[in-house]
């Protein structure tokens, strides 16, 4: 599914260049749930701008699904982003003047998806995610937890192989938070897989796996064995 091969990430040059990733290995297979966890400035924001082809590595490779996306054309790595990959930010990212309705419309709209079909999608995924009765709220009359759940209703509409999540709770309350991970994790089980990066270990602890990051170093990983309450630790 993610195959990563020696990332090197590197920003500017001569004196003032400064190295986010060095040598990077790492892969995800197909239905897993993976936590990149690590402080601030550790890389793994850079590695999901990679992984997510946002940006690409200074050197190394990238294989999604088999095909080596590292020299690809922005113009087809924004194909890839829009067919492949579900999105969601700390932030939300969502467009305020429109509806929870036509936010989550706009990657089908980038797809050539007909407008009725479009609102038919939309509409169902948002019942999904428990907010049938929010269609035609704008974001400022959501909650943090609403928003977010617009944010993944919106990176699941256009079926992706992989969801990539950023930091998915950091805005939100403690009750917010859990929902949130709750939905993730039905994700996961209806065979999505799932790379979250997180600082926060409450957060990682519902993944399959947990990858460490540090000085753009994967420096540890650890394995889960998965319960209802979370996960029990076993470490590799």
Same mark, same amino acid.
């Given at each position: 599914m993610i195959k %990563? /091969?020696?990332i090197t990430k590197i920003y500017g040059k001569g004196e003032i260049a400064v190295r986010a990733l060095h040598e990077v290995s790492f892969s995800v297979e197909e239905g897993e749930f993976v936590a990149i966890m690590g402080p *601030? !400035? *550790? !890389?793994?924001s850079t590695l999901m701008n990679i992984l997510g082809c946002l940006d690409t590595a @200074? *050197? !190394? #490779?990238?294989i999604l699904n088999g095909t080596d996306? *590292?020299?690809?054309? &922005?113009? /087809?790595? %924004?194909r890839i982003r829009n067919r492949k990959i579900g999105f969601i930010f700390q @932030?939300?990212?969502l467009l305020p003047r429109l509806t %929870?309705?036509?936010n989550v419309e706009q990657p089908m709209i980038y797809r050539g998806v007909r407008k009725k079909e479009r609102e038919e999608i939309a509409k169902r995924v948002l019942t999904e995610v428990g907010l049938d009765d929010r269609l035609h709220h704008r974001p400022n009359e959501l909650s943090g937890g609403q928003r977010q759940r617009v944010a993944i209703a #919106?990176?699941?509409?256009n079926e992706p192989d992989i969801i990539l999540a950023d930091e998915p709770t950091g805005n939100l309350d403690s009750k917010s938070e859990e929902d949130i991970l709750n939905i993730l994790r039905e994700l996961n089980e209806r065979g999505i897989t799932l790379v979250v990066v997180t600082h926060d270990y409450s957060v990682a602890k519902y993944a399959h796996r947990i990858v460490h990051f540090r &000085? !753009? /170093?994967?420096v540890k990983e650890e394995r889960l064995l998965q319960d209802d309450g979370g996960g029990s630790l076993e470490v590799d």
């Open positions: %990563a /091969e020696n *601030s !400035g *550790s !890389g793994k @200074t *050197s !190394g #490779r990238y996306v *590292s020299n690809m054309s &922005d113009k /087809e790595l %924004a @932030t939300f990212n %929870a309705l036509k #919106r990176a699941l509409v &000085d !753009g /170093e994967i």
